[in-house]
């Protein structure tokens, strides 16, 4: 996978070129700042896993949805910053292999879980009495277990790209590249447009629904105390269609830019410029951080307990304070 700067320079994930002298054309990502990114996703993600195991209160169906998210955006910094840096430095072919299919690893999981996450929420708000009947904990375990042996078909891709190197000759890379061809293309439509499409389609049918409940409330003569509650249900239901929207917002703002470069590289018109290309490759990581504060600071019972941790560990504790008035 290849592309060409403006300068002419042949950059490459897969390390075609492993034998140049120059060695200014990896992708020259700085070593602090990754450190200091792969800090944060560890910390972060593993937080939140963390936390829903630890309390029996948040190991809700919905939360193992999340926390399985969690697992997989931890796995970026501890596997895949490593290995990116570890390709930038050394342009060894394998390891740039690796980083590769990792990532792409990492793009299939990360759409996958959004899109259980979103099918989780739409049966919660169109079937609410219904919801505990239908996403029976072992059915969510079962669809998850689903979702990680999908995201891990993309390494398929080791069977054909492992054994690169410098000394292939042209002639034997022609059936390697349209092998990559093939599967790149299928990745797109399967594992972006498809989730896109049918994510868009629930988040939108979702938020209608919303809409109309609220108007409905607004029109009828309701009890008070009964419109009071309605609506406090109304902001809890509104707040998790809109975190289902603003992570797949996300993922199209940190992933959309790679793909598009993909298909660049597919064509052979990749000509970007070195800056451009770099920030594409920050962007993609990007997303294992804003996703779990994403889900943390929006969802009702995780930031609750999160307030409560903080209020515990990080701050003058009021004698007052208990666990229950945070829960």
Same mark, same amino acid.
């Given at each position: 996978?290849? #592309?060409?700067?403006? /300068?002419?320079?042949?950059?490459?994930?897969?390390?075609?070129?492993?034998?140049?002298?120059?060695?200014? *054309?990896?992708?020259?990502?700085?070593?602090?700042?990754?450190?200091?990114?792969?800090?944060?996703?560890?910390?972060?993600?593993?937080?939140?896993?963390?936390?829903?195991?630890?309390?029996?209160?948040?190991?809700?169906?919905?939360?193992?949805?999340?926390?399985?998210?969690? @697992?997989?955006? !931890?796995?970026?910094?501890?596997?895949?910053?490593?290995?990116?840096?570890?390709?930038?430095?050394?342009?060894?072919?394998?390891?740039?292999?690796?980083?590769?299919?990792? +990532?792409?690893?990492?793009?299939?999981?990360?759409?996958?879980?959004?899109?259980?996450?979103?099918?989780?929420?739409?049966?919660?708000?169109?079937?609410?009495?219904? #919801?505990?009947?239908?996403?029976?904990?072992?059915?969510?375990?079962?669809?998850?277990?689903?979702?990680?042996?999908?995201?891990?078909?993309?390494?398929?891709?080791?069977?054909?790209?492992?054994?690169?190197?410098?000394?292939?000759?042209?002639?034997?890379?022609?059936?390697? =590249?349209?092998?990559?061809?093939?599967? !790149?293309?299928?990745?797109? @439509?399967?594992?972006?447009?498809?989730?896109?499409?049918?994510?868009?389609?629930?988040?939108?049918?979702?938020?209608?629904?919303?809409? =109309?409940?609220?108007?409905?409330?607004? =029109?009828?003569?309701?009890?008070?105390?009964?419109?009071?509650?309605? /609506?406090?249900?109304?902001?809890?239901?509104?707040?998790?269609?809109?975190?289902?929207?603003?992570?797949?917002?996300? #993922?199209?703002?940190?992933?959309?830019? *790679?793909?598009?470069?993909?298909?660049?590289?597919?064509?052979?018109?990749?000509?970007?410029?070195?800056?451009?290309?770099?920030?594409? *490759? *920050?962007?993609?990581?990007?997303?294992?951080? !804003?996703?779990?504060?994403?889900?943390?600071?929006? /969802?009702?019972?995780? /930031?609750?307990?999160?307030?409560?941790?903080?209020?515990?560990? +990080?701050?003058?504790?009021?004698?007052?304070?208990?666990?229950?008035?945070?829960?």
């Amino acid at each position: 996978m290849s #592309y060409q700067t403006e /300068k002419g320079e042949n950059m490459t994930d897969l390390g075609e070129n492993m034998g140049s002298e120059n060695q200014d *054309y990896g992708i020259p990502l700085d070593t602090i700042p990754a450190i200091v990114i792969m800090v944060l996703i560890l910390v972060i993600n593993s937080g939140v896993i963390l936390l829903i195991s630890y309390y029996s209160s948040l190991r809700t169906s919905s939360n193992i949805i999340l926390a399985s998210l969690a @697992v997989s955006d !931890f796995l970026v910094g501890l596997v895949g910053i490593p290995l990116l840096v570890a390709c930038s430095s050394t342009l060894i072919s394998s390891i740039c292999v690796s980083s590769y299919t990792f +990532f792409t690893f990492m793009a299939l999981s990360t759409v996958l879980h959004i899109t259980v996450m979103t099918c989780d929420r739409y049966i919660y708000i169109m079937w609410a009495l219904r #919801y505990c009947e239908i996403v029976r904990r072992g059915r969510v375990l079962t669809v998850l277990g689903l979702t990680w042996f999908l995201s891990l078909s993309s390494l398929i891709r080791l069977w054909w790209t492992w054994n690169i190197n410098v000394q292939t000759a042209e002639e034997d890379l022609a059936p390697m =590249r349209q092998k990559e061809t093939i599967l !790149f293309l299928f990745n797109i @439509v399967m594992f972006f447009l498809v989730p896109l499409i049918v994510m868009i389609v629930l988040d939108v049918h979702m938020l209608l629904l919303l809409r =109309r409940q609220c108007q409905r409330i607004a =029109r009828e003569n309701l009890p008070t105390e009964f419109v009071k509650r309605e /609506k406090k249900l109304q902001r809890r239901r509104r707040r998790a269609v809109l975190t289902c929207v603003l992570l797949l917002t996300l #993922y199209v703002i940190f992933w959309l830019p *790679y793909f598009i470069l993909e298909i660049l590289q597919q064509n052979h018109q990749g000509q970007l410029p070195k800056q451009v290309v770099i920030i594409i *490759y *920050y962007l993609r990581i990007f997303t294992s951080v !804003f996703n779990p504060l994403t889900y943390t600071l929006r /969802k009702y019972d995780l /930031k609750k307990k999160a307030k409560y941790i903080v209020r515990k560990f +990080f701050c003058c504790r009021n004698e007052n304070d208990s666990p229950e008035k945070f829960v």
